[in-house]
């Protein structure tokens, strides 16, 4: 894939480059058509094994651009975290020497599309969209929020309203739940995969409905659109200290183990030198008295994370929902 540069100020126009990019990477996977690559797409080769795609032999085809495009996921409003995220993106400016851009995504699958096709550098992919992500967009995770003794991750944790008269994962049969959509971990594969074990199946023992977003669930459970849902406890920490709803009018009936959050990921092609840009800036990032500490409260750095170890779990959950790697099952979103 051929780098590219801009200087236009306004992210739309810096994703609006060059539509012959899909047809240098088309050139590019015929090229590799026998290198091993396990579930990775034929765009992509992973020589080393560890389950992520290599970057380009062809040093021609690494990319070095001007401007940075970074995408945070889109598991809530994009539109909140343009502020939030800004001292993160003026440290990335400045230890990497680039000019960077925030570009809110409006789905799991957009902002995949947005990486596979060259118009995203460095992204930050919720649970369940990461290993799409690393499979057809050569997304290479390599952080995760964390505390500074290494402690990462979150739950999945069933809403339903105080006086739902909902006390177990039992009591929701014949109910209407809402799932987020079906690439989410939290919101639509664990409990697929989790929730059989405890006597519930979604769609044969309550009623699935997507709503689209976990903030959307949840203000559904409180509104009483929805008699329960299953969502990410990160995000339902971070609505409760906005005070986007009352702790009060909900109740909590099951919780999992601990999942591993958002990856943060460069894309596969960048040249060496500015991934090792892009590294030094998250790991030398002090979340302390910025809008993104405040945000992500308990969170004080990034740490350094494989997709192979640590998204395990998530491929195995995966896996017994009989996910494929595809953009046609991507896209059923």
């Not at 021609?60 to 995220?85: G, H």
């Not at 060496?272 to 302390?288: G, M, Q, T, Y």
């Not at 750095?301 to 996910?323: C, G, L, S």
Request: net charge negative; proline share 6%; charged share 25%.
């Amino acid at each position: 894939m051929k780098a590219y540069s801009t200087t236009n100020k306004h992210p739309l126009a810096a994703l609006a480059v060059s539509s012959l990019l899909p047809l240098a990477m088309l050139m590019s996977a015929q090229a590799h058509a026998d290198c091993p690559r396990g579930d990775l797409d034929d765009l992509y080769c992973d020589e080393d094994g560890n389950m992520v795609a290599d970057r380009p032999a062809d040093e021609s085809e690494w990319a070095n651009p001007d401007t940075l495009i970074f995408a945070y996921t889109p598991v809530e409003d994009p539109a909140i975290y343009s502020d939030i995220w800004q001292p993160f993106i003026d440290h990335l400016e400045e230890v990497t020497g680039r000019n960077v851009r925030f570009f809110a995504v409006q789905s799991n699958s957009a902002q995949v599309e947005a990486m596979r096709s060259g118009r995203l550098h460095i992204a930050g992919f919720s649970t369940g969209p990461t290993p799409f992500a690393v499979n057809l967009a050569g997304a290479v995770p390599f952080a995760l929020m964390g505390s500074d003794d290494g402690q990462f991750g979150y739950t999945l944790q069933v809403y339903t309203h105080v006086d739902s008269g909902i006390d177990d994962m039992e009591d929701l049969k014949g109910k209407r739940v809402a799932h987020t959509s079906p690439t989410s971990n939290s919101g639509n594969q664990a409990p697929r995969a989790l929730f059989p074990e405890l006597g519930i199946v979604p769609d044969e023992d309550y009623e699935v409905v997507y709503s689209g977003s976990h903030d959307q669930s949840m203000l559904g459970v409180v509104a009483r659109d929805y008699d329960a849902a299953p969502v990410a406890s990160e995000v339902v920490e971070r609505m409760a200290a906005r005070g986007l709803y009352d702790e009060e009018d909900v109740k909590i009936i099951y919780e999992s183990d601990r999942f591993p959050t958002t990856s943060y990921n460069y894309a596969h092609n960048l040249h060496p030198d500015l991934v090792e840009k892009i590294e030094e800036a998250f790991f030398s990032f002090d979340f302390v008295g910025t809008a993104l500490g405040d945000e992500f409260e308990g969170v004080e750095k990034f740490i350094p994370i494989n997709y192979e170890e640590h998204w395990q779990v998530i491929r195995t959950i995966q896996a017994a929902n009989d996910v494929r790697y595809t953009r046609e099952d991507l896209d059923q979103e």
